[in-house]
């Protein structure tokens, strides 16, 4: 209870300050919503007066009060640039988004956990250094990179889905759903081949302790040690990163949603950015720091689950 | 472990087969050429769908097919009748008179009245809604509506009324801007889904020449190279401003590509009020040592046309094509300037660059190198297009920067009007006294002949004290698929959807 309670003061904390960074920001860099919207043929007295209808004219704090308190009392405004409800803006954007990061949160765990157990076996044989090679290139290649390579072998010559036309998800889910597979895909690589060497790395660690000697001492072999010790050791450190995987897949997503042309949350985050739309970006941003302390959260109380030792540390 | 192997194989083989039963269900260029639809490709989403809050280019150039003035342009460049039926200008130029076209019907059904353009025209020239304010109009003294006639006073004579009233679009009395978009043209707006797309249907009542395509989509891709996949992938069927390189991945025989031109001014504008571009010099230095040519051809494939002043061919009535060449390219004469001026070594200046627009950024890195050669220092600085407009366009901070300005009326007067010392969007701080005397001379002029020898004078004034180092009106490459016909380009910002036809 105790814990909970802490948990949700600190995702309180982390949003007011994330808001209020972004708002600063805001102010801070050159450029607002009336110079974006009246483009090239504004003139002073447009701008003016412009400023004035859209309430910019007021001082920071008064603004960003005023937005604090619509945010509380459930009204998130009024985008600048569409003059939509910031919800109705968001929420269709929000779900593509939430599926792309489901889809790539389950290709990660799927995909790396059992690679990682493999490539353990690889350890000290003559072809490791290839497989570190080739785990590093996967970590080191841009999405945007992969994306082009994925669009056009998968999309273009093997014609398994239309780059350019995502479906929707209420359209057609299934075809939706292989467009954001592929997305999914270019999003996972560089994060799939962090994990695997992560949890590599940990496996090695927890393999040269005491107690795995003393089991393969005892006659295990070394299958069972790694199946039945090892890896239910290394799990929590595998948990806190796939907790924190969960957290810049959202990050990731917005490159990956340009690549191939799906509607989400990172892209109206870009645009609302360049054209100053503070009310939707102060909303996904909210929801991004939400987000990211959710999984931290999770995380820990899935490590909870499984290490009793971490429950009797009580909330520290 | 063989087993094993063999059926990672085959599940994914399964999974394969599975993803392409329901990929191949999509899009389909075939299917949509059956049921008379196009897809086309843009590159930024629609700033409003209110026609008189839309200032972004690419919006403007789409919801063309669905408003419409009293008067619209032609791909021609001349301005004729559309929603008025006839316009009668006195002879000395004050008094106009529109007749209403009888039966123009709006989207929703309902028929153009009085009510309706008094409201559309009123919108703009009143300034309780600043967005939607034409400064252009402060010049009416008095609008009078009786039943299909408006006639419209002004204070004083303005060559340019014309091309001002193509840009009040009619709309219906009280028009919300939250209502659905509503206008007169050949299409009609379905729907809008922010960042995703729009879709435009053929308008069956429209008073003109109906539209051929039934529905067109304009689906929002930001990404250059996403553009083109959606292309070759069969998304999409039509993409404009593309680069030659971009076209050059699409096969000769699925797509064709139509040339235009771009209709804007790209220069290395220059603040002529910071140092050391305050010396004419300085400036005619620049302008020698520059070769628009070269830049044409390293980073445009050789497509463009090189202009020398601020004109651009298509407004062919006023352009002056002896100024191209004024400043031939010539290094030793640079060079020899800007000894004259106090900069025998050269100095170093900073290019201010949009980095959004990619042309622009590979213009200033060209002109960096060949600004090496006469010993200037040029460092590119690329900046976030609102911080561009707020900074540079604003407030003048900047040294020199590349753009590309644009006329949206086709008149010669808005590529002219910002060099003026009073003008409120003189960026580049030009300060000449003949060119406000020929400016404050040409605006008043109703004689047609003799304003285009004042523009013509101003052209050559900007050229001569060497303003900006003018660079080219880039080309306008669209690719359309095989099939796809009927492409008209306008001398402004315009895509016209209904001339398009599946051939």
Known sequence: MKYALKRILMLLVTMLIVSFLTFAAFALISGDPAEAMLGTEATPEQLAALRHELGLDRPFLTRYIAWLAGFFT??????????????????????????????????????????????????????????????????????????????????????????????????????ALVHLFFAAVCLCIPRCAMTVRMMR??????????????????????????????????????????????AELVGGSVVVEQVFGIPGLGRLLVASISTRDYPVVQTVVVILAFWVVLAGTLADLINQRIDPRLRLGGDA | MKKRILAVILLL????????????????????????EIVIGIPQDFDSLDPDHMTAAGTKEVMFNVYEGLVK???????????????????????????????????????????????????????????????????????NGQGDTLTITLSEPSGEFLAYMMNVFIIPAEYEESAVSMGTGPFKVVSHTAQDSLVLERFDDYWGTAAKVAKVTCKIIEKADALVRGLQSGALDMVSHMTYAQTSQLKKESFHVEEGSMNLVQALYLNNSVKPFDDVRVRQALCYAIDKQGIIDLAFDGYGTPLGTSMFPSFAKYYDASLTDYYPHNEDKARELLKEAGYPNGFEMTITVPSNYQPHVDTAQVIVEQLKKVGVTATILPVEWNSWLSDVYGKSEFQSTITGLTSDNMTARKLLERFNTKAGNNFTKYNNSDYDELYAQAVSCTDDARQVELYQQMERNLTENAANVYIQDMADLVALRAGLEGLTFYPLYAVDLSTLYWG
């Not at chain 1, 640039?81 to 389950?106: D, G, H, M, N």
Request: charged content about 20%.
């Open chain 1, 74 to 175: 459930g009204d998130l405004g009024t985008s600048i640039r569409y003059r939509q409800p910031v919800w109705e803006l968001i929420a269709p954007k929000l779900e593509v988004t939430l599926c792309l990061c489901l889809v790539s949160f389950v290709i990660i765990t799927a995909v790396s956990i059992p690679l990682a157990i493999w490539s353990y076996r690889w350890v000290g044989g003559a072809f490791d250094w290839l497989r570190t090679a080739f785990n590093q290139l996967c970590m080191a290649v841009p999405p945007f990179f992969t994306g082009i390579l994925i669009s056009w072998l998968f999309g273009i010559l093997l014609r398994l889905f239309v780059p350019g036309d995502f479906p929707g998800l209420h359209a057609n889910f299934g075809r």
């Open chain 1, 201 to 246: 790395s940990t496996v090695i660690g927890e393999m040269q302790k005491a107690y795995v000697r003393t089991a393969i001492s005892r006659g295990n072999d070394r299958r069972a040690v790694l199946t039945r010790h090892v890896l239910k050791n290394s799990l929590t450190a595998t948990v806190t990163f796939l907790g924190q995987t969960m």
């Open chain 2, 73 to 143: 342009p032609t791909s021609d460049g001349n301005i004729v009748p559309a929603v008025a039926s006839d316009v009668n200008v006195s002879s000395d130029g004050l008094t106009y008179t529109f007749t209403l076209r009888q039966g123009v019907k709006f989207h929703n059904g309902d028929t153009v009245d009085m009510q309706d353009v008094l409201f559309s025209l009123k919108r703009r020239m009143s300034e309780d809604d600043a967005a939607a304010h034409l400064a252009a109009l402060d010049i009416i003294a008095d609008v």
């Open chain 2, 13 to 36: 083989g399964m999974l394969t087969t599975l993803l392409a039963a329901c990929g191949s269900k999509g899009a389909n260029p075939e299917k949509r050429r059956e049921a008379n």
